[in-house]
């Protein structure tokens, strides 16, 4: 193998970039990482130049390690977005830099040279500056110098971000030309996905820091494994659905599978996706050969070029939650992305407001990965309790569980976890066990970085639980459920929200929850006084969506408006109807994503002594920061 990253490490104030990341590529070829801004793609390849130093991990090229080599001594060519011509030298002095450094001879580094200007399209260019120069020849002229001491490995960073269309689809199959001519090893690092399928003879799909799935762009693009993969690559259509013996079941409508679930296993619950290329969109029923999806209304046409792009609304299926595209905030239908032949369009012509039956040629079925909990134990009676309403709620939710026994108490021994195992561990889909010395926060934090939960599950402390609890939802990108003691699976669940874009999030993400546990839930929002008409017209509309979109979940809600102070009327809601959850919304994230419980949600956390408590991280930072 031409590169070997092994649990490569990175972390900025504690957090981790790259994380943990092993990849191989292969002699001669052309890698392309791939995935949305700040992802880590760019930090990893700094880090494989040198230019970046690791936290952990090794870097092997060539069978050489040169994790702490300095850049000069790695054997690579670095390419970048910027271009990063010395303006002060011409084209040819720009080529000759890495030879001369190296103290080449003369008559060597002009042969070298002017191999390379015609091997990039740029002979006879030589006395030029860069100023004098299009953006897409500057970039030729910076690939000709990272390949100039014939680098054994060839890094690229974004090198077409600054160029327009026509030019980067030029200078994309320059690059595949020489990397096929020269055989060079490649990493390229991109967000274009077009350039992605075109130039990579196999691909890896990077987001927070992880590498999620490598393979070649079409497998991944038609047999994705994970969620984030099916939606990143290209568009997709991606609902919940029920795997059957010999199909998948999306409400009341049967689909054959064409290809086979991944690990799927004994499963029930599986990820539907279909790419809009596989959606059959005629004006009858009668005029599809394919399984129906039902009749939808036309809510957009555009014209692509080469096809037709369509956005079809279809009613609810029942048992179905769309993933992709998602529901509007307050919508209760489904949407599907649809995408026709120009001749099919001209055949069976539909606009805006068209009413068309909706079938699917092929659909490929992912394992639904579910939520993932992870309960915090130390051994205390609260602990304890926390662990007995974790494991009922996880058990009801399907979610996979990950006990961690933490040295607050002092630490617990692989064979109390063994038992804590054990004792919860029927029924639910999947438990491992971890045990750290450190407090919970900290605790928690090494074991979020290492893999993603979607709750933290923690007895709550008779004292310091606004700090405990600030502590823990700074730890990772997960949300908090407080557990204050033994009892039932809560059937009453209250959703307290702010009129706002990051309300959304907390009624989603309860709703996710919610629906699992079988409860019924209400939206409250708490006003000052009656007397601002528009505010109040404001909520009403906010609270109807948060029903309607919780009613897509599967969950029966109602809405309620209390005027007054807001931890007051909280807390009456609470008493008067007997709500099993207490659902709160953490406030924006400050600087440095930063989460601040002080106010009114501190203040409720002390009062509330008997209800757990979940609380829904945002992931909004405030703009003035």
């Given at each position: 193998?031409?590169?070997?990253?092994?649990?490569?490490?990175?972390?900025?104030?504690?957090?981790?970039?790259?994380?943990?990341?092993?990849?191989?590529?292969?002699?001669?070829?052309?890698?392309?990482?791939?995935?949305?801004?700040?992802?880590?793609?760019?930090?990893?390849?700094?880090?494989?130049?040198?230019?970046?130093?690791?936290?952990?991990?090794?870097?092997?090229?060539?069978?050489?390690?040169?994790?702490?080599?300095?850049?000069?001594?790695?054997?690579?060519?670095?390419?970048?977005?910027?271009?990063?011509?010395?303006?002060?030298?011409?084209?040819?002095?720009?080529?000759?830099?890495?030879?001369?450094?190296?103290?080449?001879?003369?008559?060597?580094?002009?042969?070298?040279?002017?191999?390379?200007?015609?091997?990039?399209?740029?002979?006879?260019?030589?006395?030029?500056?860069?100023?004098?120069?299009?953006?897409?020849?500057?970039?030729?002229?910076?690939?000709?110098?990272?390949?100039?001491?014939?680098?054994?490995?060839?890094?690229?960073?974004?090198?077409?971000?600054?160029?327009?269309?026509?030019?980067?689809?030029?200078?994309?199959?320059?690059?595949?030309?020489?990397?096929?001519?020269?055989?060079?090893?490649?990493?390229?690092?991109?967000?274009?996905?077009?350039?992605?399928?075109?130039?990579?003879?196999?691909?890896?799909?990077?987001?927070?820091?992880?590498?999620?799935?490598?393979?070649?762009?079409?497998?991944?693009?038609?047999?994705?494994?994970?969620?984030?993969?099916?939606?990143?690559?290209?568009?997709?259509?991606?609902?919940?659905?029920?795997?059957?013996?010999?199909?998948?079941?999306?409400?009341?409508?049967?689909?054959?599978?064409?290809?086979?679930?991944?690990?799927?296993?004994?499963?029930?619950?599986?990820?539907?996706?279909?790419?809009?290329?596989?959606?059959?969109?005629?004006?009858?029923?009668?005029?599809?050969?394919?399984?129906?999806?039902?009749?939808?209304?036309?809510?957009?046409?555009?014209?692509?070029?080469?096809?037709?792009?369509?956005?079809?609304?279809?009613?609810?299926?029942?048992?179905?939650?769309?993933i992709s595209p998602p529901a509007p905030f307050g919508g209760d239908f489904v949407?599907?992305?649809?995408?026709?032949?120009?001749?099919?369009?001209?055949?069976?012509?539909?606009?805006?407001?068209?009413?068309?039956?909706?079938?699917?040629?092929?659909?490929?079925?992912?394992?639904?990965?579910?939520?993932?909990?992870?309960?915090?134990?130390?051994?205390?009676?609260?602990?304890?309790?926390?662990?007995?309403?974790?494991?009922?709620?996880?058990?009801?939710?399907?979610?996979?569980?990950?006990?961690?026994?933490?040295?607050?108490?002092?630490?617990?021994?692989?064979?109390?976890?063994?038992?804590?195992?054990?004792?919860?561990?029927?029924?639910?889909?999947?438990?491992?066990?971890?045990?750290?010395?450190?407090?919970?926060?900290?605790?928690?934090?090494?074991?979020?970085?290492?893999?993603?939960?979607?709750?933290?599950?923690?007895?709550?402390?008779?004292?310091?639980?606004?700090?405990?609890?600030?502590?823990?939802?700074?730890?990772?990108?997960?949300?908090?459920?407080?557990?204050?003691?033994?009892?039932?699976?809560?059937?009453?669940?209250?959703?307290?929200?702010?009129?706002?874009?990051?309300?959304?999030?907390?009624?989603?993400?309860?709703?996710?929850?919610?629906?699992?546990?079988?409860?019924?839930?209400?939206?409250?929002?708490?006003?000052?006084?009656?007397?601002?008409?528009?505010?109040?017209?404001?909520?009403?509309?906010?609270?109807?969506?948060?029903?309607?979109?919780?009613?897509?979940?599967?969950?029966?809600?109602?809405?309620?408006?209390?005027?007054?102070?807001?931890?007051?009327?909280?807390?009456?809601?609470?008493?008067?109807?007997?709500?099993?959850?207490?659902?709160?919304?953490?406030?924006?994230?400050?600087?440095?994503?930063?989460?601040?419980?002080?106010?009114?949600?501190?203040?409720?956390?002390?009062?509330?002594?008997?209800?757990?408590?979940?609380?829904?991280?945002?992931?909004?930072?405030?703009?003035?920061?």
């Amino acid at each position: 193998m031409s590169i070997v990253l092994d649990q490569l490490l990175k972390r900025y104030e504690g957090h981790p970039v790259v994380n943990n990341m092993s990849l191989e590529v292969a002699d001669g070829e052309f890698f392309v990482l791939l995935g949305p801004s700040g992802s880590g793609k760019s930090t990893l390849l700094r880090m494989i130049a040198g230019l970046v130093d690791t936290d952990g991990g090794r870097i092997v090229l060539h069978g050489r390690e040169v994790t702490h080599l300095p850049p000069q001594a790695r054997g690579i060519g670095l390419v970048f977005q910027n271009y990063a011509l010395f303006r002060h030298m011409s084209v040819a002095e720009n080529i000759e830099f890495p030879l001369r450094i190296r103290t080449v001879p003369a008559a060597e580094r002009r042969r070298r040279r002017d191999e390379l200007l015609e091997l990039v399209g740029l002979a006879g260019l030589g006395s030029r500056f860069p100023t004098q120069l299009s953006g897409g020849q500057q970039q030729r002229v910076a690939l000709a110098r990272a390949l100039a001491h014939r680098p054994e490995v060839l890094l690229l960073d974004e090198p077409f971000g600054a160029l327009d269309a026509r030019i980067r689809t030029e200078l994309r199959r320059t690059v595949h030309s020489i990397q096929r001519e020269l055989r060079i090893t490649t990493i390229f690092v991109t967000h274009d996905q077009e350039e992605a399928f075109e130039l990579a003879d196999r691909m890896g799909v990077m987001n927070f820091g992880r590498l999620l799935e490598v393979g070649p762009p079409n497998e991944l693009y038609l047999r994705p494994q994970t969620e984030f993969v099916a939606t990143f690559l290209g568009t997709a259509n991606l609902m919940v659905g029920e795997v059957t013996r010999d199909g998948v079941r999306l409400g009341p409508v049967h689909f054959p599978l064409s290809t086979r679930p991944a690990a799927v296993g004994e499963a029930r619950r599986v990820q539907v996706l279909f790419r809009p290329e596989d959606v059959a969109v005629k004006t009858s029923a009668e005029a599809l050969g394919w399984p129906l999806l039902g009749q939808a209304l036309v809510e957009e046409s555009g014209f692509n070029g080469s096809f037709e792009r369509l956005r079809l609304r279809l009613p609810k299926l029942q048992g179905v939650r769309p993933i992709s595209p998602p529901a509007p905030f307050g919508g209760d239908f489904v949407l599907v992305e649809a995408w026709r032949s120009q001749h099919q369009a001209r055949r069976f012509p539909l606009r805006p407001g068209d009413a068309a039956w909706v079938g699917v040629r092929r659909v490929h079925a992912l394992t639904h990965p579910g939520l993932s909990f992870l309960m915090v134990a130390d051994g205390s009676p609260g602990a304890r309790a926390a662990l007995e309403m974790g494991a009922q709620v996880a058990r009801l939710s399907h979610a996979r569980v990950t006990v961690l026994g933490h040295g607050a108490a002092g630490g617990q021994t692989e064979g109390e976890l063994q038992r804590v195992r054990e004792w919860i561990g029927s029924g639910l889909a999947a438990v491992e066990t971890v045990a750290s010395p450190d407090p919970p926060a900290e605790a928690v934090a090494v074991e979020a970085s290492r893999q993603h939960y979607d709750l933290v599950v923690q007895g709550m402390p008779a004292r310091g639980r606004v700090e405990l609890s600030e502590r823990l939802l700074r730890a990772g990108d997960h949300n908090l459920l407080l557990v204050p003691g033994s009892g039932p699976v809560p059937t009453r669940a209250l959703i307290c929200v702010t009129v706002g874009e990051p309300a959304k999030e907390d009624v989603l993400f309860a709703g996710r929850l919610v629906r699992h546990l079988g409860a019924e839930a209400t939206i409250l929002t708490v006003l000052p006084d009656k007397g601002d008409a528009h505010a109040v017209r404001q909520a009403e509309r906010f609270l109807a969506a948060g029903a309607r979109t919780l009613s897509l979940l599967g969950v029966v809600a109602t809405s309620s408006i209390r005027y007054g102070m807001v931890r007051h009327e909280i807390l009456s809601e609470m008493r008067d109807k007997e709500h099993g959850l207490l659902v709160l919304g953490a406030p924006l994230l400050g600087r440095r994503g930063r989460v601040s419980l002080n106010g009114v949600i501190g203040s409720l956390l002390d009062d509330v002594n008997d209800r757990p408590v979940l609380i829904v991280r945002p992931h909004y930072e405030e703009w003035w920061h």
